[in-house]
């Protein structure tokens, strides 16, 4: 998983060759094959003693580029598309209260203008300020994890990598139950302010820490575990500190992530910023497409290394930090649906980014929606279910492929 | 024993619990019917609510909340009930039985708005987040007010003013809560009478002091999690229970509800005596008085305390260890059980 520093093309030895390779195995599923899906792609190393190392399979034809594949792409996206727009509308109606399409369509054409009579305020209030914003913002937190663990798995050459793999999240909780359980702040910033500053800080801590010498994947990451580490415990400590069970009830529910508290004006910022993000992430393509076979290549591929990894590092930081305030850290969708994407379109970011994001949404509106109803009447956070949900879909998705 | 008053001298007991009352009221609560275009305002802790009238539908976000309002008579107002820890007081389950259960846990944003209440109550703030039923703002844009008992936030609540703020107890506290529920539902009476009751019961607590010898040292142990004792510490209602009998909490010096401490720090302060929270409604293992003194006697170190060789411990609800409409009756438990144990003259 090291940048191999120095080490070009020519003095590869056999040894650095395997484990270039077993990168990318796990990033460059497609690669594996030999030539790239669709030629934008550096060439992987061919090193001679590759399709010696047992478990790595060579050319044997499955993971060839499929003729077909520039057109099913197109398809793919639509496909999707349509898809993540059909789970939205189907998922609004889903919830520990039922609500009926008319219902829907008649809040939402009063919200939009049209002459219709309104709701009841109150269940107006439970259409139109809880579930639409929060199916949208399960949508939105869910493209912007899955784009984020993509390029960070790029930048930093670990497939272990998911966006709180730099301390975003710890610091966010840190940041939430100084709010929550010790009410610093409590009026003026509330959860998302708290956790949002939280991230911030801890974020600041990371650049510090990395401010002189590189930025090859080794120290990234482990300088990330560190930041991760010192918030997590600072968190810990919070809790336990102070014993009010009610306040550590409370502030659980957004530990594991819950799409609960969002409302229109956190969907809105969350919005924008994802939009953001991802344009800057997508526009990036190539950088990512580079740093995912090493330091050195994007080098060759004429990418200002350093620069551009800050740029990369500072924009998912500041998308995550947004999605993690909002909801809480949601785990395992940052780290899998970008795998499961790859699977499937390849690992160029031009199309696995945008794929990522579709996926991710998806994914998520579907398991926030289960949330809602699997333990009705109780909510059970989304945090919990996005690992019980992923795990069978990603080993379908390993097996389709035979790889089980 | 809570009603042994009649209505006679309510409105004097009305007026005295009035007195440093930080509730400012307004409007004519005079009438028990529920007449309309009646307004009151009252504030609950920090937000000011106003009605018209009593309100038709109420939704009461955890137990504490639902047995005041059984209590007071006002199941006919609820829409609905939420969040039961453990099983509802025999006295109340009649009426109860006409309510509808929301939600056995806390309640969703979504479930409270779909009840349509026009009322709502809870003991915690905790309850009003984004994440639960909604922030106490939200739900007042959409004209539904929110009560909290004035237990959850007493520097809201003090008596007196100025520089001459004091913190109230927590009995006060609860009885500020009956008595602006009396004024916002219109049952001004069935308050009072209630404030009357549970006065004289602590009056009655009270006057066990004066024949205690030697303020004993009390911990009441409330729950034990994986070997970790919670222990009522200052600001916990048993705290003031211990001061009113004339006995004293050992771990006053620590100014939480329910810390956590371990075995060693209990025997430390070697009590007097110990409360024993039986917490078997909520049937958790652990949770019977009889599981704790099981662990009590299995810890080396406190099997060898004074109070544990010599028996002396009194079994008291856990449930009345909390604020709530039903916590005065611990005190005559206590009482009891101090004079059993030899500390009442």
Not at chain 1, 329 to 344: D, E, K, S
Not at chain 2, 279 to 291: F, V
Request: charged share 20%; aromatic share 6%; with cysteine.
């Amino acid at each position: 998983m090291s940048a191999s520093p120095d080490t070009t093309r020519a003095t590869h030895t056999a040894a650095a060759a395997v484990r270039d390779a077993a990168v990318a195995d796990l990033l460059h599923p497609s690669a594996r094959g030999g030539a790239p899906a669709t030629g934008t792609v550096p060439e992987v190393p061919e090193a001679p003693g590759v399709s010696e190392v047992p478990g790595v399979p060579g050319a044997d034809g499955r993971d060839a580029p499929h003729p077909s594949r520039r057109l099913s792409t197109g398809g793919l996206y639509l496909l999707t598309g349509l898809v993540l727009l059909l789970s939205l509308v189907a998922s609004v109606r889903i919830g520990t209260t039922d609500v009926s399409y008319a219902d829907v369509v008649r809040t939402a054409g009063f919200h939009l203008g049209l002459d219709v009579e309104p709701l009841p305020r109150l269940v107006d209030s439970l259409i139109w300020e809880l579930r639409v914003p929060r199916v949208l913002m399960a949508a939105l937190v869910g493209a912007s994890l899955a784009v984020c663990g993509a390029a960070l798995q790029a930048i930093t050459r670990n497939a272990l990598a998911d966006p709180y793999l730099l301390g975003i999240s710890s610091g966010a909780s840190t940041g939430a139950v100084t709010v929550v359980v010790l009410g610093v702040g409590s009026a003026s910033l509330g959860v998302t302010g708290g956790a949002f500053v939280g991230a911030t800080v801890s974020f600041a801590l990371l650049m510090l820490l990395l401010r002189k010498g590189g930025l090859d994947s080794v120290r990234v990451v482990l300088t990330g575990v560190v930041v991760s580490q010192l918030f997590t415990a600072l968190t810990s400590l919070v809790l336990m500190a102070s014993g009010d069970a009610e306040a550590i009830r409370a502030i659980t529910q957004w530990l594991l992530g819950s799409m609960a508290p969002a409302r229109w004006d956190t969907t809105a910022v969350t919005a924008v910023v994802t939009t953001v993000g991802l344009l800057v992430l997508w526009l990036s393509s190539a950088a990512l497409d580079g740093f995912s076979f090493g330091a050195d290549t994007a080098s060759s591929l004429g990418v200002d290394v350093r620069t551009t990894r800050w740029t990369l590092l500072v924009v998912t930081s500041l998308m995550t930090a947004v999605a993690v305030a909002s909801v809480g850290a949601i785990g395992f969708v940052g780290l899998i649906v970008p795998h499961g994407v790859r699977f499937l379109v390849g690992p160029l970011h031009r199309l696995l980014l945008p794929l990522s994001a579709l996926v991710g949404a998806v994914f998520l509106v579907w398991t926030d929606a289960l949330a809602r109803v699997a333990f009705a009447p109780q909510e059970v956070p989304v945090g919990v279910f996005t690992a019980l949900l992923g795990v069978p879909l990603f080993l379908l998705v390993l097996r389709r492929r035979g790889e089980l | 024993m809570r009603h042994p008053a009649r209505f006679g001298i309510a409105a004097l007991t009305l007026a005295l619990t009035a007195v440093g009352c930080s509730s400012s009221g307004s409007g004519s609560a005079s009438d028990d019917k529920a007449g309309g275009g009646r307004e009151t305002t009252v504030t609950s802790c920090g937000r000011k609510l106003s009605f018209d009238g009593p309100p038709e539908r109420t939704v009461a976000l955890d137990q504490s909340s639902t047995e005041v309002l059984l209590e007071l008579g006002l199941e006919d107002r609820m829409a609905g009930t939420s969040n039961l820890k453990t099983k509802i007081a025999p006295e109340y389950r009649t009426a109860y039985a006409k309510v509808d259960v929301l939600s056995p846990k806390i309640l969703t944003g979504e479930q409270l708005r779909a009840a349509t209440p026009d009322f709502t109550i809870g003991g915690f703030t905790d309850y009003f987040t984004k994440d639960r039923v909604g922030t106490r703002e939200e739900l007042a844009d959409l004209g539904l007010p929110s009560f909290v008992s004035a237990v959850d936030c007493p520097k809201q609540n003090t008596a007196g003013s100025g520089t001459g703020k004091k913190t109230k107890s927590p009995f006060e506290l609860l009885f500020q809560d009956y008595t602006d529920l009396g004024r916002i539902f219109g049952a001004e009476k069935r308050a009072a009478k209630l404030v009357k009751d549970q006065r004289a019961t602590l009056a009655t607590a009270a006057k066990t002091a004066d024949k205690v010898k030697d303020e004993p040292t009390v911990v009441w142990l409330y729950s034990v999690y994986g070997d970790t004792p919670y222990v009522a510490g200052r600001s916990a209602i048993p705290s003031e229970m211990s001061r009113t009998v004339g006995a004293k909490n050992a771990f006053d010096d620590i100014d939480e509800d329910w810390p956590t401490v371990t075995w060693e720090q209990i025997a430390e302060r070697d009590p007097d005596f110990l409360v024993i929270g039986d917490l078997s409604e909520r049937g958790k293992p652990g949770d019977s008085a009889a599981d704790k003194l099981k662990a009590i006697r299995a810890n080396p170190v406190m099997s060898k305390l004074a109070a544990v060789e010599k028996k002396r411990f009194i079994e008291i609800p856990g449930t009345e260890m909390d604020p709530s409409v039903r916590t005065v009756n611990a005190l005559p438990r206590l009482t009891s059980g101090m004079k059993d144990l030899g500390y009442v003259r």
